[in-house]
């Protein structure tokens, strides 16, 4: 079968960085007090929905297959069982985030283009590996950490600036009995080979009995990195990426002289390819045509779409401020205006007049409700709601 159904495992779901409440941190994300917050409405009203918790959401059938089968795969190897660490905040220390995990301090994910700053030293977490030292620190020696995590991002059916990941860690303590006596070279391989035994066997538990290969890659936070593609339905495709993790973080997580592995997936695009979901707003519709079509009784699920309304395409075009523009502070903007009635922005045009030296761009946005279809009426609203807030906001001089 193409997906096994597991039986339901003990579960120890750990709430390790601890927030007073829902209304103390939405209130935190919402204070505008400190100029480097840049948390859109939009984005805060999305924090606490927790899909991935959610029985039998899509997010969550994927995430309990994957928990069931590590432990599974723990149990028949004499392993440590992971925890499961999937409730918590998703706010993170720079520090933790970007710092212990070695990223570069000019690293493109550090900046506000890209990630939502609360405060400077405080960020909506870009990855599940935001807790990584925190779990290795308190002594866990195996975790899978699932949620929620944020990214300033392009609009388009595949992309939506929350999304939900895991991140999967071992961790071997230098007086393991299966490392003691190797040299570097060997424990290197032994680590590598346990973790490419679990990661292969969770692809074929979630693909089945698929082609698969690894490639050689580069994170800061492993080494060496590799990540793993399977060939299905015709095509490679990308399911993870993993290493043995770094020494110096494993230092910076209070384990100096350990030793793991760990890996990191995203739960949608796995959701998506697996059940044939088309479009990434579908995770967060309430809409009982999509979500009673998901049972994790089910061993097979394939999504049967319900409907396709009409899309409606209107283009905007401007003049930039002399200070420039980021095209992902566009995207934020129409999609605090029109929410999740875009489809797809697409920057199709953009040029330079030779006598001013001004630059334009001129945006494609599409408009299509998923539940039904848009009048020309409110679309005109819409778009002339994204021009006015262009101007007001971004400093754009329209054309």
């Excluded at 909506?124 to 195996?142: D, N, V």
């Excluded at 592995?261 to 390819?273: H, N, P, S």
């Excluded at 709601?385 to 400093?395: A, D, G, N, P």
Aim: charged share 25%.
């Amino acid at each position: 079968m193409l997906l096994r159904r597991f039986g339901v495992i003990p579960r120890s779901s750990l709430s390790l960085r601890a927030v007073s409440s829902q209304a103390d941190l939405i209130a935190r994300l919402r204070d505008k007090s400190c100029k480097q917050n840049n948390i859109p409405e939009s984005i805060v009203e999305k924090v606490g929905r927790n899909l991935h918790l959610q029985q039998h959401h899509p997010l969550n059938i994927i995430k309990r297959r994957i928990e069931n089968y590590c432990n599974d795969y723990a149990k028949v190897h004499g392993q440590t069982p992971f925890q499961f660490c999937d409730n918590q905040a998703p706010i993170a220390s720079t520090k933790a985030c970007f710092d212990d995990l070695r990223v570069p301090p000019d690293h493109v994910s550090r900046r506000q283009t890209d990630t939502y700053y609360v405060d400077q030293d405080t960020v909506l977490r870009t990855h599940t590996s935001a807790h990584q030292t925190q779990f290795m620190s308190q002594g866990i020696e195996a975790f899978l950490c699932t949620g929620d995590v944020y990214r300033r991002d392009e609009i388009d059916a595949s992309h939506y600036p929350v999304f939900h990941q895991m991140e999967g860690v071992r961790i071997f303590a230098k007086d393991s009995p299966a490392l003691v006596g190797l040299s570097e070279a060997e424990r290197t391989e032994y680590i590598v080979n346990d973790l490419k035994g679990i990661l292969g066997g969770l692809a074929k538990h979630l693909f089945g009995d698929v082609e698969m290969r690894w490639n050689s890659d580069y994170f800061p936070f492993t080494e060496p990195s590799f990540e793993l593609e399977v060939l299905f339905q015709g095509k490679w495709l990308e399911v993870l990426g993993c290493g043995v993790v770094h020494k110096e973080v494993m230092a910076n997580g209070q384990r100096p002289e350990d030793f793991g592995w760990a890996f990191g997936l995203g739960l949608e695009r796995l959701a998506m390819v697996l059940f044939g979901i088309p479009d990434i707003r579908l995770f967060w519709t309430e809409d009982q045509r999509f979500l009673s079509q998901f049972n994790e009784s089910k061993a097979r699920i394939t999504f049967v779409p319900y409907s396709k309304f009409p899309a409606c395409y209107k283009d905007v075009s401007f003049w930039l401020p002399d200070s420039g523009l980021h095209p992902n502070d566009v995207y934020e903007l129409i999609r605090g205006v029109a929410g999740d009635l875009v489809e797809n922005v697409e920057l199709f045009d953009q040029f330079t007049n030779k006598k001013t030296g001004k630059v334009s761009h001129a945006y494609r946005i599409n408009y299509r409700h998923m539940d039904r279809s848009l009048t020309n009426e409110e679309i005109n609203e819409i778009q002339w709601r994204v021009r006015e807030q262009l101007v007001e906001k971004l400093h754009v001089s329209l054309r």
